[in-house]
């Protein structure tokens, strides 16, 4: 397949697949549940940290910390106790458990108390180098700045200097960059044009068969391989095919083998 039909194969399958009907089995939702720019953010990240395996499970359990937050994730982050937030338990999504969970939520008291919030975080980062890799990077050194770290929460942000492909963390940054469709575009000041792609097994399928990933392995060489190729099709905002390399491996697999 020619570089012309790819587009437009990609550019259907975007507009065919960037719908609101989408957010009804997305975990997208659960943001959605909030109009406050900080409750986004927050209800956002946390939902990102759990979202790999079942889509329903990611959906139901991103729930329950919404309603340990009591459904007012920026209230309770500048407000609970730090006793409070040690006696969560009880909870886990695959191999993120309770005490995972009660660093996350001190991380995140810590940011958005005396950092200025994910958004500030972030952008600091991204200055640094002007990349997003840059940004991740940073975000997490400041994340895990915190005493007593438990042994495993580490493994929760991911470390795009080791090479991983960061897919939640892209993810999160996708959906509150990007200004298009489904997305908030509450971050303004991080280019649309300069997001990875949130590359999992279902997009790393389908840009392989479709020619536009070589790499056999999804790190973050991968991601800056197949971003690349797609800024030749949209130079300003290469991650919104996403949508069509999801769909097509979900939905058109043999289609496209």
């Known amino acids: ?92 999504h695959r191999t993120f458990n309770s005490s995972d969970l009660q660093y996350f939520l001190k991380a995140l008291q810590y940011i958005y108390k005396y950092k200025g919030g994910l958004e500030s975080i972030f952008l600091e980062g991204y200055k640094k180098n002007n990349t997003v890799k840059s940004a991740i990077i940073y975000f997490r050194k400041v994340f895990f700045s915190l ?5 495993h929460a580490t493994k929760h942000v991911s470390c795009v200097g080791r090479g991983s492909a960061a897919k939640r963390i892209n993810m999160f940054l996708m959906w509150l960059v990007r200004s298009e469709g489904i997305h908030f575009g509450l971050w303004k000041e991080i280019p649309t044009n300069d997001l990875m792609l949130p590359l999992d097994v279902h997009s790393g399928n389908a840009a392989r068969a479709l ?25 300003n905002d290469p991650v919104k095919y996403d949508f069509s390399l999801f769909g097509l491996d979900i939905n058109e697999r043999n289609e496209i083998t």
């Open 1 to 92: 397949m020619n570089n012309e039909k790819l587009k437009d194969l990609l550019e259907q399958k975007y507009y065919e697949y960037n719908t609101y009907s989408f957010i009804e089995t997305d975990p997208i939702q659960i943001p959605y549940s909030f109009n406050k720019k900080e409750d986004i953010e927050i209800a956002g990240f946390l939902t990102a940290t759990i979202a790999w395996g079942n889509r329903k499970m990611i959906i139901n359990n991103a729930k329950r910390i919404i309603n340990i937050m009591s459904n007012a994730p920026h209230d309770f982050i500048l407000n609970a106790s730090r006793k409070e937030i040690s006696s969560i338990n009880n909870f886990v």
């Open 211 to 235: 020619g536009l990933l070589t790499r056999k392995q999804n790190d973050w060489k991968a991601v800056e391989e197949v971003t690349a190729k797609l800024r030749l099709f949209d130079a």
């Open 147 to 151: 005493e007593e770290i438990p042994a």
